[in-house]
């Protein structure tokens, strides 16, 4: 079941690092960002890893937990984790089952190859478990920010 805007998330189990086991009534009273990126150590992602990292204190302020999703297993994501110091986790979704679910998986063309690959999307779920925003398709520049102004929307909504 694909998540719906202003809907509930659906229930699901996600295997992160640090020995989290992230599901949606884990975190239920605060605000997740869930970031799909296609691959850890690679040009884009490492520089979208970094912004979501330099921008951290600000999302924990704004009552916000972070946490990157791609398909790599644990092995790369804690080597990812630690190279950059990211101060949140990362979810392996070796499966796909959350690409799928959040429907991110698409058709791109690589060196003239047709190949699946994550497209690069975020998706911001309330402190209620209920999806509220999803940027997809997104350019590396600028987005972090766009994210951070939407997660202290929320803040003041509640308030």
């Not at 659906?10 to 296609?38: H, R, S």
């Not at 497209?119 to 997809?136: P, V």
Request: with cysteine; hydrophobic share 40%.
């Amino acid at each position: 079941m694909t998540p719906a805007l202003n809907k509930p998330l659906p229930e699901f189990e996600a295997a992160a690092t640090g020995g989290v086991k992230f599901t949606p009534q884990t975190f239920q009273g605060q605000t997740v960002i869930l970031y799909f990126y296609p691959k850890d150590h690679t040009p884009g992602c490492t520089t979208e890893a970094m912004q979501f990292r330099d921008k951290h204190k600000e999302f924990v302020k704004s009552g916000a937990v972070i946490f990157g999703v791609s398909r790599d297993n644990m092995a790369s994501h804690d080597k990812f984790k630690e190279n950059l110091e990211l101060p949140y986790e990362l979810i392996a979704d070796t499966e796909e089952k959350l690409c799928h679910m959040f429907g991110v998986v698409k058709n791109k063309i690589m060196y003239g190859k047709k190949v699946k690959g994550i497209e690069r999307s975020t998706f911001l779920i309330d402190a209620g478990g209920i999806l509220r925003a999803e940027w997809r398709g997104i350019k590396v520049a600028g987005h972090v920010d766009e994210v951070l102004d939407a997660v202290k929307g929320l803040k003041k909504e509640a308030a």
